[in-house]
């Protein structure tokens, strides 16, 4: 299994450019997040799906707009993208399940990491 | 609301010696936690986790306690080696199903 697979790697943006982050999970998990990183902090949610067809907003959704395509792959897109949006971002899922320790482990993806200049 | 923080951002310790990274919660109805491990230009992996009911948890080399009464949490690595050179994060699994990160700690092992 790859696990979680992100593309691009790296993207060089200029303000006000579109762009989409993929990410794809093959552990037929049922939940996946979209997660920004920025120097000296932790994770931040930007949005979450806790199932195919469904999409809900995270702690930092402003300036971005998501995807469940189908059970494996879930869409970041930066529409019109800022500055403030240089980071880099982090795609993980999820299988919960009942009971036991561990149970809620997500599991992440590479990065992928957006300049926008 | 719900903060996870860590108390130090950066760690230094001697190759062999023993770490004990720390975490402080604020949601006192928190029931679940876990260490993740981020090594440079990587995803964050899974450590080890603990659930309220439990005060300590022990894995390969890892050992995770938690004080409920002063909403703390701390990692004790053993025998640290320089493969465990990373930013490890403490995260709190709320009740909607989400992730609540702290800041982090950057260890450093000197051979």
């Known amino acids: 299994n790859a696990g979680v697979t992100q593309t691009p790697k790296f993207q060089v943006l200029k303000t006000g450019q579109s762009m989409t982050l993929q990410c794809a999970q093959d552990?037929?998990?049922?939940?996946m997040y979209w997660y920004r990183q920025d120097p000296g902090m932790g994770l931040r949610l930007i949005y979450y799906s806790a199932s195919e067809g469904t999409t809900d907003k995270g702690e930092v959704p402003n300036g971005y707009n998501v995807s469940r395509l189908n059970k494996r792959e879930f869409s970041l897109r930066l529409e019109s993208a800022a500055p403030s949006q240089t980071s880099v971002y982090f795609c993980?899922?999820?299988?919960?399940?009942?009971?036991?320790?561990?149970?809620?482990?997500?599991?992440f993806g590479p990065g992928t990491r957006l300049l926008v200049l | 609301g719900e903060s996870v923080g860590l108390h130090l951002p950066t760690l230094s310790v001697q190759e062999g010696d023993n770490s004990i990274i720390n975490c402080a919660y604020s949601n006192s109805a928190s029931d679940y936690f876990i260490w993740y491990k981020q090594e440079s230009g990587k995803g964050p992996q899974f450590i080890i986790d603990?659930?309220?009911?439990?005060d300590k948890r022990q894995g390969q080399r890892v050992t995770v306690l938690l004080n409920k009464t002063v909403k703390h949490l701390s990692l004790q690595i053993a025998a640290t080696q320089p493969g465990d050179s990373a930013v490890y994060f403490c995260?709190?699994?709320?009740?909607?199903?989400?992730?609540?990160f702290g800041q982090g700690t950057e260890l450093s092992v000197k051979p």
């Open positions: 552990m037929n998990h049922n939940s």
């Open positions: 993980a899922s999820r299988l919960p399940r009942t009971g036991g320790v561990g149970r809620e482990t997500q599991y």
């Open positions: 603990i659930r309220s009911n439990m």
């Open positions: 995260a709190e699994f709320n009740q909607g199903g989400k992730l609540i």
